[in-house]
Every structure is written in C-alpha cells, then in structure tokens.
C-alpha cells in the first residue's frame, strides 16, 4: 500500500479512497498501534477458532478489526466533521496495520 501525503493523507481500500488531514493520519497510525497492542493482548485467551471484533477510537476516528486474530478486516470511520467508512477485508486488513506501523 502507498501512502500519498500532501495536504492530507490518500487513504485507499479495495473500491474507497479518503483523504485523511494530518491530525486524522495521526490519529489513524496511534490507533492502529493501540489495536495491535490490544490483539496481542487478547490473543492469549482467545481458543484457535474464536471470533473476535477489538475498537479503538478517538473523537475524530474510529478503527474496528473484526474476525479471527490471524484472520481479520479492518474498518476506519471518520466522525469529527464528517461522515465516511472504509473497510479492508482480510488479509488487507493485517498488511495495512503493518504498513502503519512501519511508517512509525
């Protein structure tokens, strides 16, 4: 996945694209962190086959991955300002994470 970055952030799933502002591309990366944090926590009491759905959120987004821990999508809502959802459905979901967190 590219990462576009001018005045915002070009965000793009598999038929959606947004423009993230800086603050909401801040937010994105942080919770994104949390959410794998929060999985590798969970993960531990989760039986192979269990379902799971984790959120984190701020005031001006939220980050939702549901599925199997190995196996999940992942849905970004904007809230503050405006209105809008994308999801990755697995494996994207996973590879977006992973791109966020090499971004640093």
């Keep these: 996945m590219k990462w576009v970055r001018s005045e915002g952030s070009l ?8 423009v993230l502002t ?5 937010d994105f990366k942080a919770q994104a ?17 269990e379902q799971l759905t984790l959120e984190c ?11 199997l821990p190995g196996a999940f999508s992942l849905t970004l809502t904007l809230y ?6 994308g999801d990755w459905p697995h494996p994207a979901g996973q590879e977006v994470l992973d791109e966020l967190l090499a971004l640093g």
């Design 11 to 18: 965000v793009r799933g598999p038929s959606w694209c947004v």
């Design 22 to 26: 800086s603050e909401e591309f801040t």
């Design 33 to 49: 962190r949390q959410l794998l944090d929060l999985l590798q926590t969970v993960r531990q009491e989760l039986m192979e086959d």
């Design 57 to 67: 959120a701020t005031e001006r987004l939220g980050l939702y991955l549901s599925g």
């Design 80 to 85: 503050y300002g405006r209105s809008f959802e």
